[in-house]
């Protein structure tokens, strides 16, 4: 996808918007999915947060004190300007590191834990960057990550088409003003792997003991796995 060649810019240009378009597209409900997957985690002395874009999964595992020290990477300057901003409010232990996720800046068995909400479909290899999380988690770590999916379930599939193909694109294009963002999203999810199939790349990359667990009927879901 032609987009994904250029996806720090491409979040550079609408976050500004972001959160507010994020929580009100979504009723608020990613706020739900993030603390379900903070709740999968194990408390970790040391986090790396792939495409930590404005921090929000990370504050949430900081205020849940699931992580003392985070260090989040992103592709978007932007992005992390704003996450950065709302985690100096908390006081709360995060460095931000401009990076590709394909290629991390950080030495093997570097970290106790790997996160990442909805940022693995942006990859633009989903192999190397699972194989970079691999890489960089320690022996005995855990990697837990939430991803946008598909239903399964006939109805809700048909709703969610027309949401993410009619209602979300326009909606997004009239408040951020970009005329690609939102008609991206849908298309990276559309395209994307889900459930047993993302779950095969986890263990193509290495990780033990994966799972799954899906959220609002198949929209999203968590997957976890050790090292």
């Not at 970790?44 to 929000?56: E, N, S």
């Not at 989040?72 to 990076?99: P, Q």
């Amino acid at each position: 996808m032609e987009e994904k060649q250029h996806i720090g810019q491409l979040f550079d240009r609408i976050a500004g918007t972001y959160d507010g378009l994020n929580h009100g597209l979504s009723l608020s409900i990613d706020k739900l999915w993030r603390r379900k997957t903070v709740r999968c985690m194990r408390p970790a002395k040391r986090v790396l947060d792939v495409a930590i874009g404005t921090a929000d999964l990370t504050i949430e595992m900081v205020r849940r004190g699931k992580a003392q020290q985070v260090t989040g990477l992103d592709l978007s300057d932007k992005m992390m300007e704003i996450g950065k901003r709302k985690t100096e409010r908390l006081n709360a232990n995060v460095e931000f590191v401009h990076g590709n996720a394909q290629q991390m800046p950080f030495e093997d068995d570097t970290f106790d834990a790997v996160t990442c909400a909805f940022g693995c479909r942006n990859f633009q290899n989903l192999d190397e960057g699972l194989r970079e999380m691999f890489r960089v988690l320690r022996t005995g770590g855990q990697v837990v990550i939430l991803e946008f999916s598909y239903p399964s379930n006939i109805l809700v599939r048909a709703l969610y088409d027309i949401y993410f193909t009619r209602v979300l694109p326009f909606i997004g294009r009239v408040v951020s003003r970009d005329k690609t963002a939102y008609t991206y999203l849908n298309k990276s999810v559309k395209s994307f792997c889900w459930g047993e199939e993302f779950i095969r790349h986890m263990c193509e990359a290495g990780f033990n003991e994966p799972q799954c667990k899906a959220l609002s009927m198949g929209i999203a879901t968590i997957y976890t796995a050790n090292k």
